[in-house]
């Protein structure tokens, strides 16, 4: 579906609905809040074929994929796939969290495992 402009410039959005956003603009991901206010995952989530995201709460420390609709623990999650946040250095307190891919031509050192450990210890999960 291709962006368009407001042609209203006096109307009001609430910022929790995903609403059409100004052409050249930058805006952050809600996480299809209006399908999480009915007890849904994502669009993103429920949608990919290859059951890579997971979509969870970090204070519950639980997190759900999409795809097979499997729960499990986000503190092991991270720790067992050397999950790392993307730039935590910029101060922007990220919550997003990426794992590195599996089955890849070069296997993790224990090395890499354990800074991914170390790194985990400053974000309570």
């Known amino acids: 579906m291709p962006i368009k402009e407001k042609e209203d410039k006096g109307l009001v959005y609430?910022?929790?609905?995903?609403?059409?956003?100004?052409l050249g603009t930058i805006s952050k991901c809600l996480f299809s809040a209006d399908r999480l206010?009915?007890?849904?995952?994502?669009?993103?989530?429920?949608?990919c074929p290859n059951g890579v995201y997971y979509f969870g709460?970090?204070?519950?420390?639980?997190?759900?994929?999409?795809?097979?609709?499997e729960t499990v623990r986000l503190s092991k999650l991270l720790t067992d796939n050397a999950g790392y946040h993307l730039m935590p250095e910029?101060?922007?307190?990220?919550?997003?969290?990426?794992l590195?891919?599996?089955?890849?031509?070069?296997?993790?050192q224990e090395k890499d495992r354990?800074?991914?450990k170390e790194s985990l210890k400053d974000t309570d999960v």
């Open 90 to 98: 910029l101060g922007t307190k990220p919550r997003i969290y990426y």
């Open 37 to 47: 206010r009915e007890g849904k995952l994502p669009y993103c989530v429920e949608a």
């Open 114 to 116: 354990m800074e991914a």
């Open 57 to 69: 709460d970090e204070n519950e420390d639980a997190v759900t994929n999409g795809t097979s609709k």
């Open 14 to 22: 609430n910022v929790e609905l995903n609403v059409p956003q100004k």
């Open 100 to 108: 590195p891919p599996k089955n890849k031509n070069y296997p993790f």
